[in-house]
C-alpha cells in the first residue's frame, strides 16, 4: 500500500505565503504526476497543479504566478508554495500521485494505481 501524508496547511492572512509538501510512502517503485487539488465548502475538488516526474508542470489559471509546484523524485515528495494567497485560496488541499507503480513488474505491465491524501486545510483571512 501506498500512504500520502500532507503537512503544512495554516491559517493566514491575505497577501501571506505557505508552504505545502506531501510525503509518499510505502511500497513505491516509481511515480508518474504528482499534484495538489483542492475542494472549498460546497464546491467541486478541482486542481491547483501538477507536475510530471520528468518536471513538467501544469497550473489552474487562478494560481498562475502565484504557486509553484516541485517534487524530490528521490524522496517522492512534492511541495506546493504558495504565495499572495486570498481568501478564495481557502480550502482543503488535497495531494494525489497518479500513475503509481509499487514494484518493476507491475510497471512492465502498465499495472498503475492512484492515491490521495487526507488533506490539509488552508484557510486565508481577508
Known amino acids: 500500500q501506498v500512504q500520502l501524508v500532507e503537512s503544512g496547511g495554516d491559517l493566514v492572512e491575505a497577501g501571506g505565503s505557505l508552504r505545502l509538501s506531501c510525503a509518499a510512502s510505502g511500497s513505491i517503485f516509481r511515480i508518474n504526476v504528482m499534484g495538489w487539488y483542492r475542494q472549498a465548502p460546497g464546491k467541486q475538488r478541482e486542481l491547483v497543479a501538477s507536475?510530471?516526474?520528468?518536471?513538467?508542470?501544469n497550473y489552474a489559471d487562478s494560481v498562475k504566478g502565484r504557486f509553484t509546484i516541485s517534487r524530490d523524485n528521490a524522496k517522492n515528495t512534492v511541495y506546493l508554495q504558495m504565495n499572495s494567497l486570498r481568501p478564495e485560496d481557502t480550502a482543503v488541499y488535497y495531494c494525489?500521485?497518479?500513475?503509481?507503480?509499487?514494484?518493476?513488474?507491475?510497471?512492465?505491465?502498465?499495472?498503475?494505481?492512484?492515491?490521495w491524501g487526507q488533506g490539509t486545510q488552508v484557510t486565508v483571512s481577508s
Open positions: 507536475i510530471s516526474r520528468g518536471g513538467n508542470t
Open positions: 494525489n500521485a497518479d500513475g503509481v507503480f509499487t514494484s518493476a513488474w507491475d510497471y512492465s505491465r502498465g499495472l498503475e494505481s492512484d492515491y
